[in-house]
């Protein structure tokens, strides 16, 4: 509901263009659709700078393509998250691409991409979680680079990376378990850098909040901590900070 | 330990000009000072952007001052949090600044701000977790505005000032309670937003994690969470993203 | 155990029309039904207002078959809560009517309707929580609009709407993840407020306990919170505060 | 922010007696007062039904004071909770009433009551809760009976007043420990029940959550929940459904 | 409320002697004593068994001697838990008799003493919590030994105390920190053990939820377990017990 | 190790009829017979006063039936709890009962009864647990009588049953949800009762340990609890108290 | 990066053998390969004692293969834990062993065993993580005797086993429930204890949170502690204990 | 209860120097003492390597002393944790000595040292309970050094320190916060560790549960982990681990 619009639309009434009336339903009338069981949203993206994403888990197949067909008539442009090969096949949308080891379909990636956003892992397990970071801010214009299973056990093998950090203007760093690997990374670079706590582990990682509470007490300043296995939104952020200008 | 000194003692040893013993123990060498107690590390602003900082709840009023005289002699510039008026007196160091409200005291705060970071409270009780984030990224060398108890109980008080929200280039929303302000504030700005829970609040408030838990949970994606009334680390990120170029 | 009747029946053994052993007898005997594994409480709509329930999970089919029959014999007046389209035909009850979207078979729904109840939902996976609380108030009497996605990220969509708010007499709220809708409906509408907390979202949702708190916690005073996903305890609350007089 | 006010303000630019930029600035003019620390927000009790309350626990007395003049300055009306007698002194308002049993300072407490509430608590420990709730809705409007320390222990004491119960309009219940009174009395009485857990107990009371927990999964269907100790949100809720009209 | 009351006053109805209203009030009326904040029960040691017990902490010294004193004038029979020499001093009531190591006043105590209850103690730290429990058992009028300090890391004490496991009908057995003496005093009698864990312990012990859970978790079936620090809830349970023919 | 057989060696070698080695060896055999995955203890009833049960749930079919076999060749009696149908089947013992309501698998049950347990449920769902409880009374030779769904919501139910109450000498309760039957039957009913939690309900019925922590803080004092589900435990301490002698 | 390779690195570079850009290099320079998904680390056992071990729980059975192979060519010596059947066959290594009992799969297995670890079980179901352990111990070339179901219920089947006890120089103790058994041989003995709890138990023992909570809280001092069921943790630590020389 | 006393007693019953009578009362009879309140035990220092400790919080600083003075008379040797200034003055024990960072009286501490015990803390906070297991360890004959703040942050702080890892033999850190310190230890080192978590930190570090659960999910396999701030437990393993031959 920008400022401009607003005045316009009262610039209008003063002239007689529209009656107040109709200035009163303008002034109410939003962009979005009903689709009774979802509005789509199609300016978020001006307001928010992130277009409208699907997150598919607790969603029937049917409801999540029939939002996505939604999205694709107007705006060409949206993400599926936690999504299967199999909703890809039945959406039937030619440019839909398919990223298997993030369980995330894209449509209408930016094709320039800005900057530089690195993703590490502290494992193997944690891959998917940081794919997902990876192709969300990929898909919304920025360059990203990966380097996996560096953790903390072996320390060396992410001392022979620093150049990588070094580079980065943003760095997002998936850890299960523990979850030091964002310390660790804080105490080398200066950089924002964004944690994901993911669920890997067993007993007392209870599903990653072990990973997420020592992420939130690194004793490194200002490490922005994400929801458990949120890679998506650590890739939201990590565009948005690599991007502003 | 970056690759030019490192390459530099190398070239050292290569010339003749320092011995095997020496440079190996140059490379060992690194720049902190040992007080038996704390090793203050002064470097550390190189590495990662931001000074020393004390957290003096925790310890005693001797150890907080001796680290903060140490910090004082090298590099004249730090910040003490969760500190008192006594520490502030007792310090014996004139150009100390006591930050009542923030509960902060800063030495050699940088004079030149840059760029724009807006600190929001959902209510009064919010404050001083608002304060340190404030206090802390003005020190490091933002230009930094508040706005205070605009919660999402009265949307129109947020509504009334959604100027200052779209001049900024990062927010920080502190909120306790049902920590809901940071989606709200999502809802309506494109720019990167820090959500601090505070321990305002009782009962299951949980001393802030219900307010966490709502912030790692919200709607809005990519919204940077804070450990509970962590307004030190808020001020750090705020200054790090405001200041990336 | 109403006054009257007592009042009668000693009214009767003051007249010697019966026995103290046969009014004992009758004091003590209530009107419930023994089936073994489930005593069958025919009055308790005239205790509280509400008909037997019965919560399908946790039964075996059978149980709730013979339950529900032995229910119509006498009042012919039911809910079945988390049921499926299995039990539905199993039933073998013509006036049956299974509500997909909210998992609940109704036997003897009140057709005339009074009063109004808005359901709210913050996203589209809310809805079969908030499809209960419709399809049980209604099925109590109450007059039932729906209003579903409306949640926090995206305002407008609420604001737009507001005409729907301010005509209901109570507003139930169904939210997941940080469960913030609730707050932000009670800023605007002076009607009372149930709030639903749903078991959507991952990691620290924790299952549906963020929402929960998060809603117990609101800035808004006197909001009702039910437990986890009970949009039939919502319904019930929601039609007895719609049809109080 | 209602539709009439808004239509005035835009046939008022129609007829060109006010400016667009007038007009501009009356839609985003809302009636608050900026105090710095605390937006007292007048306009409330239009919104919401009930006037601003303060809470004065984790607010300094001076605080509490400056805000509570400024609101008895425009509107003379107010609540203090988790006051102190200290503070009724330090106000210097001379309508003030310090309520001691409750912890509530009130201001300009509606003389004419209606309907009726009746408070009951399942123990002597849980009155200040009560007593919360108690005065809260008498000070809104509405007539309040109690009836205390009638637990399930002995269930007798609450079966010789079903009398109170069936007189009232809306029932709030009080209770710590095992929290089992809701039940008892929603089993009995079919009026709309508002539960309030509080922090009596020890060990496994876990200072009312367990309380808090039973409350929420109670047998009796439609219980309305309250956060633990919260005799204020009980009050403001049972006062809004007995003046539902 | 038993039956041979209830039949002789529909006895006396029917004989005439009392008109129907009487008899309505005499069947609600129930032997308790409205005091306004407690109601006083005389009657409960017929309905449970046990006397009325006045849990002192949470109350006012002057609450717990005003109710102290409604029970001393009828039965001139009770315990207060949790209490001080101060409460003892304040009651003025001659035979009130305060156990200091048990903070137990006890008025009216049966001198007689039946069978046999065994309390155990892990460490002497959980003393406190013992000593509550047989003052309680030994007030009710069951005979107690006690043995303290006979915790599993130095089993030998225990195993040469063998022979007043084998005298006692029913064993108490407090212990914090891990909780196991209860498992180990199972393996050995085979006898009914109330398992009391006490607050004892820091860091994990988690104010003896550890030592609860384990002792619910015992490998030797039946262990009856208490309330944290809940001494008074153990004594009665062995009295009940022992005296149960 | 009972003394009178450690005496009896003690004199056999006096007498010289064994040796010191002999002797040595006598004195640390103890009557369990090793099967390398699990340590059959005959000789368990005799110390705990509860022959040897096997927990299915855990264990693969063949374990099971391995040591159950065991057990039948030396004693003749045991029981498999959280058992089935197929393992009853492979079992290929003759006299085994398999109870299915219960989950229990009983070989070598006491055919003569003693003293009166009676087992409760708040609702149908609780049953199984109940079931469990019930049969292993049963089973250890207690009489036992069963009285289902007589929950809190409709008291009524359980006061037309207080004839039941009267004429048991143990309570054994199985309720989930809020757990508040316990406190309940406590109320009116002065003997020993023990409170067993089931994991009925969902949300923040957290799986039993609402129900559990309300039992624990019962304002009836010395209830017995068990662990969630724990109907075995409850069968085993209401036998022991019922047979107590 | 041991200190004499550094040193002789220097000596080459002060020599002139290699160039300054050569020694960076190989200063850099870290031994481990990089597969993508995982680096494999092939110089951890001189590092920590440990060589690289495979957790399969969370990674396809490909990725498991893979990473194994890579280690097989190398150092021809690993483990994979929480493996299967499957693994073992689809590996194609001959010298592999799959033990079913401990769910482990191991290659080139140590020969020669010293010291004595050995390894004690509450109960039967505590049996695959003990088997882990002490596949893992051997496996590292420590002697391991095993001891199963001698639990705190019947302490006569651990102390019929003292002399084991006495043998061992380190001991691990596997136990779920209660998880008191070390703390009975910590009392015992006076050698190192590794206690492990496992996940066995239902309800309150919260998939081994207290069996792991009552480990950290035993009586005996000391006793090091290891994650829910992490069976191959205590093997390691086992064995590091059991051969520093 | 070693064997070869047995056996002795058994040659003299054997023999006939003492009667069967005397024999079993000295099978019994057990090196401890009975003070009421505490059983001292002064053989424990045989059976588990570590004298009696006494822990003085939750102790009068009276049972403290007494405790202590018996332990005196017969040992002449033992530790008080958590001690203080008051109890060491009242103690009258010439040889007790205070050590104040570490809250610790020894009293008969061992000279001559053995090994080499390494003591690390991550920060300045940490202090304390490092030294009580510094203070520990060393008392009961270990040779200790202390490296302290040397957490994660600034790894340089840690990696100019690497000669004083390689030296020892056992590794003790203690560390709060999120607890990553112990894993980038255990990538160095392969000594065995152990693991201290400490409740330094605030919010989400939930009084040390959050070092707790990090150090027990360490992916460096087999660290040791104590309660939380636990250094005395600590102190006990280092020394058992450093002094096993």
Do not use: W
Request: hydrophobic share 45%.
């Amino acid at each position: 509901m920008d400022v401009k619009t607003v005045k316009k639309i009262l610039s209008e009434i003063q002239k007689g263009n529209i009656s107040v009336e109709d200035g009163l339903r303008e002034l109410k009338h939003l962009p979005y659709e009903d689709m009774s069981f979802a509005r789509v949203d199609h300016h978020r993206h001006i307001r928010q700078g992130i277009p409208e994403v699907i997150f598919a888990a607790g969603k029937t197949d049917e409801q999540v393509i029939s939002i996505a067909k939604a999205m694709y008539k107007r705006s060409g442009r949206f993400l599926i998250t936690r999504a299967t090969q199999e909703i890809r096949k039945a959406l039937r949308i030619k440019e839909a691409v398919f990223h298997p080891a993030a369980g995330v379909i894209s449509v209408g990636e930016v094709r320039k991409k800005k900057g530089h956003v690195l993703v590490l892992t502290a494992g193997t397990s944690d891959m998917p979680v940081a794919e997902e970071a990876a192709v969300t801010a990929s898909f919304l214009g920025s360059r990203v680079n990966t380097l996996y299973d560096v953790g903390v056990a072996g320390l060396h093998r992410l001392m022979g990376n620093k150049a990588s950090l070094y580079e980065a203007r943003v760095i997002v760093v998936a850890a299960g378990m523990e979850g030091a690997l964002p310390s660790v990374v804080g105490g080398i670079s200066d950089k924002p850098i964004i944690a994901v706590p993911t669920s890997v582990g067993y007993g007392t990682s209870l599903g990653g909040l072990t990973a997420l509470f020592a992420m939130l007490n690194s004793c490194v300043p200002g490490i922005a901590v994400m929801n458990i296995d949120n890679g998506f939104g650590a890739g939201c952020l990590a565009h948005k900070i690599n991007t502003l200008h």
